[in-house]
């Protein structure tokens, strides 16, 4: 078995927005389904590029990229 991780580094965090096409100073939040694929929220930015508020929370936009095939295991 692999060893798990204690913990995930701002460098793999970011690596992981990354791979996924996200850019990484825009997600907020990021959550992996092996069966359902990505959902993120991801901050809404204006033409500036400064983060969006809504109240006293920055406004974010959901996205889902879904899963192209299920994940299985041996």
Known sequence: MTTIPSEVTLDQRRAACRALGLP?????????????????????????????????QPLTAAV??????EVTTP
Do not use: K, S
């Open 64 to 69: 889902h990229i879904p899963a192209a095939e």
């Open 24 to 56: 990484p100073a825009m997600v907020a939040d990021l959550r992996l389904h092996a069966r359902d694929g990505v959902h993120a929220h991801l901050y809404v930015l204006d033409r500036e590029g400064r983060r969006i508020q809504h109240g006293e």
